[in-house]
Protein backbone atom coordinates (compact mmCIF):
# COMPACT_ATOMS: atom_id res chain seq x y z
CA UNK A 1 0.00 0.00 0.00
CA UNK A 2 1.00 3.69 -0.54
CA UNK A 3 0.03 6.03 2.71
CA UNK A 4 0.42 9.46 3.34
CA UNK A 5 0.66 11.12 6.54
CA UNK A 6 -0.24 14.51 6.29
CA UNK A 7 1.76 15.58 9.73
CA UNK A 8 3.41 12.69 10.11
CA UNK A 9 6.87 13.46 12.30
CA UNK A 10 5.16 13.98 15.50
CA UNK A 11 4.84 11.10 17.93
CA UNK A 12 1.84 9.01 16.59
CA UNK A 13 2.81 9.75 12.62
CA UNK A 14 6.17 8.15 13.23
CA UNK A 15 4.52 5.25 15.29
CA UNK A 16 2.71 4.64 12.15
CA UNK A 17 5.28 5.48 9.43
CA UNK A 18 7.42 3.09 11.45
CA UNK A 19 5.34 0.17 11.18
CA UNK A 20 3.89 1.14 7.74
CA UNK A 21 8.45 1.00 6.34
CA UNK A 22 8.90 -2.06 8.18
CA UNK A 23 6.05 -4.11 6.98
CA UNK A 24 6.63 -3.29 3.27
CA UNK A 25 4.13 -0.59 2.41
CA UNK A 26 5.35 3.04 1.32
CA UNK A 27 4.82 5.50 3.73
CA UNK A 28 5.18 9.52 2.84
CA UNK A 29 5.22 12.15 5.55
CA UNK A 30 4.11 15.58 4.96
CA UNK A 31 6.09 18.09 7.11
CA UNK A 32 6.93 21.26 7.38
CA UNK A 33 10.55 20.21 7.97
CA UNK A 34 11.55 17.42 5.49
CA UNK A 35 14.42 15.46 6.94
CA UNK A 36 16.18 12.11 6.23
CA UNK A 37 13.95 9.43 7.84
CA UNK A 38 13.67 5.74 6.43
CA UNK A 39 10.99 6.71 4.57
CA UNK A 40 10.07 9.39 2.17
CA UNK A 41 9.02 12.85 3.63
CA UNK A 42 8.10 15.71 1.76
CA UNK A 43 7.36 19.75 2.23
CA UNK A 44 4.17 20.97 2.71
CA UNK A 45 3.27 24.51 4.87
CA UNK A 46 -0.06 22.32 6.51
CA UNK A 47 -2.02 25.06 4.68
CA UNK A 48 -2.19 25.50 1.29
CA UNK A 49 -2.37 23.82 -2.37
CA UNK A 50 0.69 22.54 -3.31
CA UNK A 51 2.93 19.85 -4.76
CA UNK A 52 2.59 17.58 -1.99
CA UNK A 53 -1.02 17.13 -3.39
CA UNK A 54 0.22 14.79 -6.69
CA UNK A 55 1.18 12.15 -3.50
CA UNK A 56 -2.15 11.78 -2.88
CA UNK A 57 -2.76 10.46 -6.52
CA UNK A 58 -3.57 6.73 -6.48
CA UNK A 59 -2.47 6.66 -2.87
CA UNK A 60 -4.83 3.93 -0.72
CA UNK A 61 -5.45 5.74 2.30
CA UNK A 62 -4.10 9.65 3.69
CA UNK A 63 -3.94 9.36 7.36
CA UNK A 64 -4.07 13.17 8.45
CA UNK A 65 -2.23 13.90 11.99
CA UNK A 66 -1.40 17.23 11.39
CA UNK A 67 -2.32 19.63 14.25
CA UNK A 68 -0.45 21.67 16.80
CA UNK A 69 0.23 20.18 20.38
CA UNK A 70 -2.61 20.70 22.95
CA UNK A 71 0.00 20.65 25.41
CA UNK A 72 -0.04 24.99 25.74
CA UNK A 73 -2.02 27.94 28.05
CA UNK A 74 -4.93 28.02 26.01
CA UNK A 75 -4.62 31.79 25.95
CA UNK A 76 -6.00 33.65 22.90
CA UNK A 77 -2.63 33.34 20.69
CA UNK A 78 -2.35 29.72 21.63
CA UNK A 79 -5.68 28.62 20.69
CA UNK A 80 -5.68 30.42 17.46
CA UNK A 81 -2.90 28.53 16.87
CA UNK A 82 -4.21 24.90 17.88
CA UNK A 83 -7.63 25.73 16.14
CA UNK A 84 -6.01 27.17 12.75
CA UNK A 85 -3.57 24.19 12.58
CA UNK A 86 -6.12 21.92 12.41
CA UNK A 87 -9.09 23.28 10.27
CA UNK A 88 -6.26 24.65 7.55
CA UNK A 89 -4.27 21.94 7.16
CA UNK A 90 -7.66 19.25 7.30
CA UNK A 91 -9.14 21.81 4.80
CA UNK A 92 -6.08 21.63 2.86
CA UNK A 93 -6.33 17.96 3.10
CA UNK A 94 -10.05 17.58 1.81
CA UNK A 95 -9.84 19.82 -0.92
CA UNK A 96 -6.47 17.63 -2.51
CA UNK A 97 -8.77 14.68 -2.05
CA UNK A 98 -11.86 16.31 -3.96
CA UNK A 99 -9.24 17.64 -6.69
CA UNK A 100 -7.42 14.40 -7.22
CA UNK A 101 -7.96 12.63 -10.70
CA UNK A 102 -7.43 8.95 -8.57
CA UNK A 103 -8.47 9.88 -5.33
CA UNK A 104 -7.24 7.53 -2.19
CA UNK A 105 -9.46 5.51 -1.11
CA UNK A 106 -9.61 6.03 2.34
CA UNK A 107 -9.20 9.17 4.78
CA UNK A 108 -8.40 8.34 8.09
CA UNK A 109 -8.59 12.40 9.90
CA UNK A 110 -7.29 12.69 13.50
CA UNK A 111 -9.79 13.42 16.02
CA UNK A 112 -9.85 13.17 19.87
CA UNK A 113 -11.64 11.44 22.39
CA UNK A 114 -11.90 14.71 24.43
CA UNK A 115 -15.11 15.57 22.14
CA UNK A 116 -17.09 13.46 24.91
CA UNK A 117 -18.74 14.85 27.79
CA UNK A 118 -16.70 14.83 30.86
CA UNK A 119 -19.03 11.86 32.82
CA UNK A 120 -18.22 9.59 35.92
CA UNK A 121 -21.06 6.86 35.22
CA UNK A 122 -21.20 5.55 31.99
CA UNK A 123 -18.51 4.99 28.86
CA UNK A 124 -18.95 6.73 25.48
CA UNK A 125 -19.07 4.63 22.50
CA UNK A 126 -19.62 5.85 18.67
CA UNK A 127 -23.35 4.79 19.09
CA UNK A 128 -24.64 6.21 22.77
CA UNK A 129 -21.46 8.47 23.49
CA UNK A 130 -22.25 12.00 24.09
CA UNK A 131 -20.87 14.96 22.67
CA UNK A 132 -19.46 17.70 25.38
CA UNK A 133 -19.84 21.27 25.35
CA UNK A 134 -22.56 21.85 27.64
CA UNK A 135 -21.64 20.78 30.84
CA UNK A 136 -22.71 22.88 33.66
CA UNK A 137 -19.97 24.63 35.44
CA UNK A 138 -17.18 22.88 32.83
CA UNK A 139 -14.15 25.26 32.75
CA UNK A 140 -13.84 27.89 29.25
CA UNK A 141 -10.82 25.70 28.42
CA UNK A 142 -12.53 22.26 28.81
CA UNK A 143 -15.32 24.14 26.17
CA UNK A 144 -12.53 25.13 23.91
CA UNK A 145 -11.27 21.68 23.88
CA UNK A 146 -14.44 20.35 22.57
CA UNK A 147 -14.86 23.19 20.39
CA UNK A 148 -11.52 21.96 18.55
CA UNK A 149 -12.82 18.78 18.14
CA UNK A 150 -16.00 19.57 16.90
CA UNK A 151 -14.93 21.83 14.43
CA UNK A 152 -11.92 19.72 13.17
CA UNK A 153 -14.69 17.09 12.10
CA UNK A 154 -16.98 19.20 10.58
CA UNK A 155 -14.45 20.28 8.65
CA UNK A 156 -13.53 17.28 7.31
CA UNK A 157 -17.24 16.45 6.67
CA UNK A 158 -17.22 18.90 4.38
CA UNK A 159 -15.38 17.21 1.91
CA UNK A 160 -16.79 13.84 2.17
CA UNK A 161 -17.57 12.35 -1.28
CA UNK A 162 -17.94 8.80 -2.49
CA UNK A 163 -15.01 8.19 -4.05
CA UNK A 164 -12.89 8.43 -0.22
CA UNK A 165 -13.81 6.87 2.61
CA UNK A 166 -13.97 8.89 5.67
CA UNK A 167 -13.02 7.93 8.85
CA UNK A 168 -13.02 10.28 12.19
CA UNK A 169 -10.45 8.80 14.74
CA UNK A 170 -11.33 9.87 18.01
CA UNK A 171 -8.36 8.83 19.58
CA UNK A 172 -7.18 7.91 23.23
CA UNK A 173 -3.74 8.92 24.21
CA UNK A 174 -1.36 6.60 22.32
CA UNK A 175 1.38 5.28 24.76
CA UNK A 176 4.83 4.01 23.02
CA UNK A 177 8.03 4.01 25.19
CA UNK A 178 9.81 6.47 22.80
CA UNK A 179 11.70 9.50 23.84
CA UNK A 180 9.57 12.64 24.99
CA UNK A 181 6.36 10.86 24.09
CA UNK A 182 3.41 11.23 26.84
CA UNK A 183 4.43 7.66 28.37
CA UNK A 184 7.78 8.78 28.51
CA UNK A 185 6.91 11.82 30.26
CA UNK A 186 4.54 9.95 32.92
CA UNK A 187 7.10 7.39 34.16
CA UNK A 188 9.63 10.18 34.44
CA UNK A 189 6.96 11.40 37.58
CA UNK A 190 6.42 7.67 38.31
CA UNK A 191 10.41 7.46 38.60
CA UNK A 192 10.85 10.82 40.76
CA UNK A 193 8.50 9.01 43.19
CA UNK A 194 5.85 11.89 41.87
CA UNK A 195 3.57 9.33 40.41
CA UNK A 196 0.65 9.23 42.76
CA UNK A 197 -3.70 9.93 42.32
CA UNK A 198 -4.16 13.27 40.51
CA UNK A 199 -6.74 15.51 41.98
CA UNK A 200 -9.97 13.03 43.54
CA UNK A 201 -8.57 9.97 41.22
CA UNK A 202 -11.90 9.25 39.82
CA UNK A 203 -11.86 10.95 36.69
CA UNK A 204 -11.55 7.92 34.10
CA UNK A 205 -8.48 7.18 32.06
CA UNK A 206 -8.82 6.62 28.10
CA UNK A 207 -5.51 4.89 26.65
CA UNK A 208 -4.46 2.65 23.68
CA UNK A 209 -1.36 0.80 23.68
CA UNK A 210 0.99 1.65 20.52
CA UNK A 211 0.88 -1.79 19.07
CA UNK A 212 -3.02 -1.63 19.34
CA UNK A 213 -3.03 1.39 17.54
CA UNK A 214 -1.31 -0.08 14.89
CA UNK A 215 -3.72 -2.77 14.48
CA UNK A 216 -6.69 -0.68 14.69
CA UNK A 217 -5.38 1.46 12.18
CA UNK A 218 -4.59 -1.71 9.71
CA UNK A 219 -7.96 -3.17 10.81
CA UNK A 220 -9.94 -0.04 9.82
CA UNK A 221 -7.81 0.47 6.45
CA UNK A 222 -9.20 -3.36 5.81
CA UNK A 223 -12.70 -2.94 7.18
CA UNK A 224 -14.27 -0.88 4.66
CA UNK A 225 -17.64 -0.65 6.28
CA UNK A 226 -15.82 1.04 9.46
CA UNK A 227 -16.78 4.95 8.40
CA UNK A 228 -17.33 7.80 10.43
CA UNK A 229 -16.61 8.40 14.17
CA UNK A 230 -14.39 5.68 15.62
CA UNK A 231 -13.45 5.67 19.05
CA UNK A 232 -9.58 3.84 19.20
CA UNK A 233 -9.23 3.19 23.03
CA UNK A 234 -8.52 0.46 24.78
CA UNK A 235 -11.65 -1.47 25.99
CA UNK A 236 -10.97 -1.15 29.71
CA UNK A 237 -10.51 2.59 30.60
CA UNK A 238 -9.82 2.66 34.90
CA UNK A 239 -10.35 5.52 37.60
CA UNK A 240 -6.87 7.92 37.56
CA UNK A 241 -6.32 6.56 40.90
CA UNK A 242 -6.16 2.51 39.76
CA UNK A 243 -4.04 3.79 36.41
CA UNK A 244 -1.59 5.42 38.76
CA UNK A 245 -1.54 2.42 40.83
CA UNK A 246 -0.99 -0.19 38.12
CA UNK A 247 1.86 2.55 36.44
CA UNK A 248 3.91 2.35 39.91
CA UNK A 249 3.35 -1.45 40.03
CA UNK A 250 4.59 -2.03 36.61
CA UNK A 251 7.70 0.14 37.24
CA UNK A 252 8.14 -1.81 40.51
CA UNK A 253 7.97 1.26 43.00
CA UNK A 254 5.43 1.76 45.79
CA UNK A 255 5.83 5.51 46.60
CA UNK A 256 3.70 8.10 44.81
CA UNK A 257 3.20 10.91 45.97
CA UNK A 258 -0.87 12.51 45.02
CA UNK A 259 -0.69 15.62 43.35
CA UNK A 260 -4.23 17.45 44.36
CA UNK A 261 -6.41 19.50 42.44
CA UNK A 262 -5.25 22.77 43.59
CA UNK A 263 -1.51 21.97 42.70
CA UNK A 264 -2.26 20.93 39.65
CA UNK A 265 -3.69 23.83 38.72
CA UNK A 266 -0.94 25.78 39.86
CA UNK A 267 0.96 23.50 38.03
CA UNK A 268 0.15 23.77 35.05
CA UNK A 269 0.11 27.39 35.16
CA UNK A 270 4.43 26.90 35.41
CA UNK A 271 4.57 24.09 32.73
CA UNK A 272 2.27 25.74 30.30
CA UNK A 273 0.09 23.52 29.89
CA UNK A 274 -3.95 22.71 31.17
CA UNK A 275 -4.95 20.65 34.18
CA UNK A 276 -7.66 19.19 31.75
CA UNK A 277 -5.08 17.04 30.35
CA UNK A 278 -5.07 15.48 33.68
CA UNK A 279 -8.57 16.00 35.61
CA UNK A 280 -11.21 15.53 32.75
CA UNK A 281 -12.60 12.59 33.03
CA UNK A 282 -12.48 10.69 29.97
CA UNK A 283 -14.63 7.32 30.27
CA UNK A 284 -14.49 6.28 25.79
CA UNK A 285 -14.88 2.53 24.84
CA UNK A 286 -13.89 1.06 21.05
CA UNK A 287 -17.93 0.27 19.91
CA UNK A 288 -16.95 -0.02 16.62
CA UNK A 289 -14.12 -1.98 16.66
CA UNK A 290 -15.03 -4.78 18.68
CA UNK A 291 -18.11 -5.15 16.93
CA UNK A 292 -15.89 -5.37 13.94
CA UNK A 293 -14.41 -8.20 15.55
CA UNK A 294 -10.85 -6.49 16.57
CA UNK A 295 -9.41 -8.20 19.23
CA UNK A 296 -7.13 -5.98 21.50
CA UNK A 297 -3.51 -7.07 22.36
CA UNK A 298 -3.60 -5.05 25.54
CA UNK A 299 -6.96 -4.81 26.60
CA UNK A 300 -5.81 -4.00 30.20
CA UNK A 301 -3.45 -1.49 31.44
CA UNK A 302 -1.81 -3.67 33.96
CA UNK A 303 -0.12 -5.53 30.87
CA UNK A 304 -0.07 -2.92 28.80
CA UNK A 305 2.13 -0.94 31.44
CA UNK A 306 4.07 -3.63 32.19
CA UNK A 307 5.38 -3.89 28.35
CA UNK A 308 6.05 -0.73 28.25
CA UNK A 309 8.08 0.11 31.41
CA UNK A 310 10.15 -3.05 29.99
CA UNK A 311 10.15 -1.85 26.41
CA UNK A 312 11.53 1.52 27.75
CA UNK A 313 14.20 0.07 30.19
CA UNK A 314 15.55 -2.40 27.13
CA UNK A 315 15.59 0.70 24.85
CA UNK A 316 18.00 2.55 27.36
CA UNK A 317 20.60 0.22 27.78
Known amino acids: ?42 AWDGAS ?8 EGADAVINLSGRSVNYRYHAANRKSIMDSRVLSTRA ?24 VHRFD ?11 GNEPNAPDTWNFSIDVATTWEKTAREY ?36 GTNGSGTQFVSWIHQADFVRAIYWILE ?30 TRIGLPAFAWMIEIGAVFMRTESELVLKSRR ?4 KLLQSGFAFQYPEWP ?14 K
Open 303 to 316: AAAKELCDAWRAAR
Open 122 to 132: AAHDEAMGVIG
Open 1 to 42: MKIVLPGGSGQVGTILARAFHRDGHEAVVLTRKPETAPWRTV
Open 49 to 56: AGAWASEF
Open 93 to 116: VGQAIAQAKRPPRAWLQASTATIY
Open 223 to 252: HEDLAGPVNLSAPNPLPNAEFMRAFRQAWG
Open 160 to 195: ESKATRLVLLRSAVTLSPDRGGIFDVMLGLVRKGLG
Open 284 to 287: VVPG
